[in-house]
């Protein structure tokens, strides 16, 4: 059972404009989010995060948004350059074993068209 | 910075074989993690640890194991390899729950193939 969900597997985006990428949870317990890029042949890097007793938390270009009584939090990328193609997970956090424990979600392939 | 290298970024086995992916930190962190990426699942948690010689299962365990000796180095075992087991290996750690809003860092990665 997939616990976070990204339903658009890519995304095109011409330079400059928005690019906006979703992502989808079902377990009410998640008390933290994370967004992360991976470029090919690298680890993924963390970008931004957002807890989940805020709604926004904004970091230059990139601003994540959550409405947790949908249980979906985006990612706002303004303006998109070249450099921001990449594959994008959403990861969400739960409190287990005595640790912090991270589930994400199955990526979205950003391309931003110059 | 924070560094994480895996020892291998490409690795070839074959079925049967007891395969060893190597996992080292340099800043002191008390979790370690082993993920796997596969094309359309993105990254599952295999294992993870929480300190020396603590260990937990992730949501998929089967046919692996791991080792964590020393709190900078943290070992995934494949007991005998299956081609079902060729995959990108990825190994994260973060500072302990007492920084709770700390992220992992991750590897580049061991790109492992079983034939």
């Known amino acids: 059972d997939q616990q976070v969900k990204q339903n658009s597997p890519s995304l095109s985006v011409q330079e400059g404009r928005i690019s906006i990428l979703n992502c989808d949870y079902t377990?009410?317990?998640?008390?933290?989010f994370l967004w992360y890029k991976k470029y090919p042949a690298e680890g993924p890097t963390f970008l931004i995060s957002i807890s989940s007793i805020k709604d926004k938390n904004e970091d230059g270009r990139f601003t994540v948004f959550l409405n947790k009584s949908a249980k979906h939090l985006s990612l706002h990328i303004v303006p998109s350059q070249p450099g921001d193609s990449a594959v994008y997970f959403c990861a969400a956090r739960n409190y287990t074993s005595g640790t912090y424990k991270y589930i994400f979600g199955t990526g979205t392939r950003l391309k931003v068209l110059a | 910075d924070v560094k994480v290298t895996q020892s291998s970024r490409y690795l070839v086995k074959r079925t049967g074989e007891k395969v060893f992916l190597e996992c080292v930190q340099d800043m002191d962190h008390e979790n370690m993690f082993w993920y796997r990426q596969d094309p359309g699942l993105g990254l599952r948690l295999i294992y993870f640890s929480y300190d020396v010689k603590m260990k937990e299962k992730g949501d998929i365990p089967e046919g692996y194991s791991v080792s964590r000796e020393k709190k900078e180095r943290f070992s995934l075992i494949l007991e005998s390899a299956s081609t079902n087991q060729t995959s990108m290996y990825l190994c994260?750690?973060?500072?302990?729950?007492?920084?709770?809003?700390?992220?992992?860092?991750f590897g580049d990665g061991t790109r492992l193939s079983i034939l």
């Open positions: 994260a750690s973060r500072p302990g729950t007492r920084y709770s809003n700390q992220p992992q860092h």
């Open positions: 377990n009410s317990m998640f008390d933290y």
